[in-house]
């Protein structure tokens, strides 16, 4: 790689290999999620927090203050929506040239082997790579399941996790599963777990990190799971203490109940 490829990489995955990114790119095809409805409110608590944000363009311009310093991983999929007939249909829809505009450090777009569009998104990512290639721009393939898909197992996500890396992709977002270290065995570029929907407890969000990261990712872009949470301050500091900081489970979990025990007196 060249040197700007590895700098904006290393923006994103810290010296010790780890990264810990915000996802809060959900309004692409959600609209105005439930906490996200003001993103500017909700994120700017967290950033200094975070590794990287993962937004659109529009949130950037609108909602990022550009004094913060924090890397942007930029959307710059879309073209479909969840009333839509399939979540597959995606396009390209923002330049790697206004990528550079907006200074981000990595551009993402989703996946989705073996939906309807499998094909088309599977193009767009080998488009992306050739741009992103030219000009030193690291891509981060998206391993989307959508709404027919449902849940999938490791053999389909190492499949989809390998072929976003035969194609380029410099990292990839995917799930966790059963077996999971098999999926990162079988992926030669670092995998970050996706927070996916929102859980019933912190335990069962810390659990996933903890997971994640002792079973072969080097880290997580979560979302829902932190700023959906009533706490979202201790829950992503909680989340850096197992990435980064090696806590075990009991021990990240009690940043967030300190927080709770505070907000209480």
């Not at 700007?4 to 010296?15: D, E, H, Q, S, V």
């Not at 393939?141 to 959508?146: H, L, P």
């Amino acid at each position: 790689m060249d040197w700007g490829m590895k700098n904006r990489l290393a923006r994103i995955i810290k010296p010790d290999g780890r990264t810990v990114m915000l996802a809060a790119d959900h309004g692409y095809f959600l609209g105005p999620t439930s906490r996200l409805e003001n993103p500017r409110k909700t994120l700017e608590p967290l950033i200094p927090y975070a590794d990287a944000i993962m937004v659109t363009r529009g949130v950037v311009r609108t909602s990022i203050d550009p004094i913060s310093n924090v890397p942007i991983v930029l959307r710059v999929s879309g073209g479909n929506s969840i009333i839509g007939e399939d979540l597959s249909n995606e396009t390209i829809t923002t330049s790697v040239k206004d990528a550079f505009r907006i200074n981000a450090s990595a551009v993402a777009l989703s996946i989705y082997v073996g939906a309807k569009h499998e094909h088309q998104t599977l193009a767009n990512l080998a488009k992306l790579v050739d741009e992103g290639e030219e000009y030193g721009m690291p891509v981060l393939a998206v391993t989307a399941v959508g709404k027919e898909l449902g849940n999938q197992d490791a053999r389909y996500l190492a499949l989809a996790c390998r072929i976003a890396a035969e194609l380029g992709a410099k990292f990839v977002k995917t799930y966790y599963c059963d077996d999971f270290q098999k999926v990162a065995d079988s992926c030669p570029v670092p995998l970050v777990v996706a927070g996916g929907k929102k859980l019933e407890t912190e335990r069962d969000v810390l659990q996933l990190v903890y997971d994640s990261v002792t079973n072969g990712a080097i880290g997580v872009d979560m979302g829902r799971n932190i700023w959906q949470n009533d706490h979202p301050v201790a829950m992503i500091k909680a989340v850096r203490a197992i990435v980064h900081d090696g806590a075990r489970v009991d021990e990240a979990l009690a940043i967030v109940e300190e927080a709770k025990v505070k907000e209480e007196v």
